[in-house]
């Protein structure tokens, strides 16, 4: 929110603070004191066809958000109840991890340290990517702290073994979810028009165990239909990729493709999870800012966040 540009905070005094709506920072992760932490991954493992096109979203998620800053206590429709719990879970942001596009093995080690030292620390990890790279060491952040359901929010699955050679970008995030012992179910939600699988892909997603539901059975059946694979009192991963969205409220993606989830469907679906199972980190990824609109995309990924942090801060 640049000095000049007013909106709805600016009447209650709300201000760019630096941090995701205003929250006290943390830049040291192994002081971390809190339930929740906001963390910001630009990229991990990017093609070198593409790059990094994901890498400013983390600063353009918090200066969207910047209009809350003054607003936490305030009623949050949304949530029913104040956008931050009075007496809930403490929330920070722990800023934005140092990553280099041109080294992809040192960035997935700051990664998984990153997100162990939180979860030593006794924190939910809110992950603002980034390319859809990054969950991966997220993932592998978990191993030895029990078993976990991931559910993928994604309008492509992801399964690919390989492209041009790299196993570990973007479009092989849940084949190597699925290699990982600790990992007892994978819930992909969203899938719609066409992506990187090929057919073969597909069966062997299936062949894994890999639960589909694809955004057509969303519109048909609603939340419910995604629900019922989440086994209650299941530790669950979280990824949001924003072209699970619909482009109309959505644009800032590399991959558009219409009939995408609503923003109620998605938020039906988060807190039905946190209902049904414990959300022990959640990521959003693929949020490109380049293909923005008037700051739309940044504002529904902003507003995402917003939801899932408050429900953590209640838990």
């Given at each position: 929110?640049?000095?000049q540009e007013k909106d709805i905070g600016t009447m209650f ?56 800053s003054a607003m936490a206590s305030h009623y949050d429709f ?164 924003c072209d699970v969205l619909d482009p109309s409220i959505m ?65």
């Amino acid at each position: 929110m640049s000095s000049q540009e007013k909106d709805i905070g600016t009447m209650f005094g709300s201000r760019d603070t630096g941090t995701f709506l205003g929250v006290p920072a943390c830049r040291d992760l192994k002081s971390a004191d809190a339930g929740v932490a906001i963390l910001g991954i630009g990229c991990a493992t990017p093609y070198a066809s593409v790059g990094p096109y994901c890498a400013d979203a983390p600063a353009v998620v918090r200066a969207a958000m910047a209009r809350y800053s003054a607003m936490a206590s305030h009623y949050d429709f949304d949530l029913e109840g104040p956008l931050l719990a009075r007496s809930g879970k403490t929330v920070i942001d722990c800023g934005d991890l140092d990553v280099d596009e041109a080294d992809a093995a040192g960035n997935r080690r700051t990664i998984k340290a990153a997100i162990s030292t939180l979860l030593d620390r006794g924190a939910t990890p809110v992950v603002i990517g980034g390319d859809d790279s990054v969950p991966i060491p997220i993932f592998q952040a978990f191993e030895g702290r029990g078993r976990f359901t991931i559910l993928q929010l994604d309008a492509h699955i992801d399964f690919r073994d390989e492209v041009d050679g790299e196993r570990l970008g973007l479009s092989s995030t849940m084949r190597r979810a699925s290699e990982l012992a600790f990992i007892e179910r994978i819930i992909s939600v969203g899938q719609r028009g066409v992506g990187s699988a090929r057919p073969a892909d597909r069966e062997e997603a299936l062949a894994r165990g890999v639960n589909f539901v694809s955004a057509r059975e969303i519109h048909a059946k609603g939340a419910g239909v995604v629900l019922e694979h989440v086994a209650p009192g299941s530790n669950v991963l979280v990824t949001f990729d924003c072209d699970v969205l619909d482009p109309s409220i959505m644009p800032s993606v590399i991959g558009r493709a219409p009939g995408g989830l609503t923003y109620w469907q998605a938020l039906e679906l988060i807190d039905g999870v946190h209902q049904r199972g414990r959300i022990a980190a959640f990521d959003l990824v693929e949020l490109m800012p380049s293909r923005d609109v008037s700051g739309l995309g940044a504002l529904t990924a902003g507003r995402i966040l917003a939801y899932v942090t408050g429900l953590l801060s209640r838990s």
